[in-house]
């Protein structure tokens, strides 16, 4: 058998899209729903290691550090066959949800403070002259500035996070990868995993050339000011 029919046989690929287009959609639907829940646990944990009491402080300090030092892989294996031993049982959707929020909360929360503590003190200062409360500081001076300044880094943790997707077919979530996975069973072929790897790419392609536009746009706004 060569090349092209063991690789790239368009007959298995015609067969296997139907079930791969499906996997794709729960793909990219645990992916958006983990990338907005980090986003937004992870804006939360900042401003409660920046702002909060010190015992806060120190806990959101411990659970940043502590999910960045987990492999996803091992907690999304906790989540989804330990927690069950507890009374807690999560379908293989909500444990890979749960999984990749959790370390995307940590990692988008450590992005955020960096780009708030980058916005220099006199913005605060000049906020506080003006009578606004933190709140309404935060809102309409630094935040708006800060998102500025994350937006790359945090664009590409959140392509990190739809890559990451692919680990949920560990707990048998029909995902694309599985999808992809159980028609190469069937077809004694692999590609249907050769497309599987095209469809990520045709997916997390546009949204890698967004992070260097964004960059490219980002340097040639400081370079005019």
Do not use: H
């Not at 909060?52 to 987990?70: G, H, M």
């Not at 091992?74 to 379908?91: E, K, W």
């Amino acid at each position: 058998m060569d090349l092209l029919q063991t690789f790239f046989n368009w007959g298995v690929f015609t067969d296997a899209l139907p079930l791969m287009l499906r996997g794709l959609g729960i793909t990219v639907l645990l992916g958006v729903v983990s990338i907005v829940l980090g986003l937004v646990g992870g804006l939360f944990l900042a401003m409660v290691r920046l702002y909060a009491f010190a015992p806060l402080r120190w806990l959101s300090r411990v659970y940043i550090d502590v999910l960045r030092s987990i492999p996803l892989l091992v907690l999304l294996v906790l989540i989804y066959y330990a927690l069950p031993f507890v009374g807690i049982r999560l379908s293989s959707f909500a444990a890979a949800a749960a999984a990749l929020s959790l370390v995307s909360c940590a990692y988008s929360a450590e992005i955020f403070r960096s780009g708030i503590e980058a916005i220099p003190r006199g913005q605060f200062e000049a906020a506080a002259s003006q009578g606004m409360g933190f709140f309404n500081t935060m809102r309409d001076v630094i935040l708006p500035q800060a998102m500025r300044i994350v937006l790359p880094p945090m664009t590409s943790n959140c392509i990190n996070v739809m890559k990451d997707t692919a680990l949920a077919s560990v707990v048998a979530m029909p995902d694309l990868l599985k999808q992809a996975t159980q028609a190469q069973a069937l077809a004694a072929n692999p590609t249907p995993l050769v497309g599987a790897a095209v469809m990520y790419l045709l997916l997390l392609l546009p949204l890698v050339q967004m992070v260097s536009w964004i960059e490219r746009r980002n340097t040639a706004g400081r370079t005019g000011a």
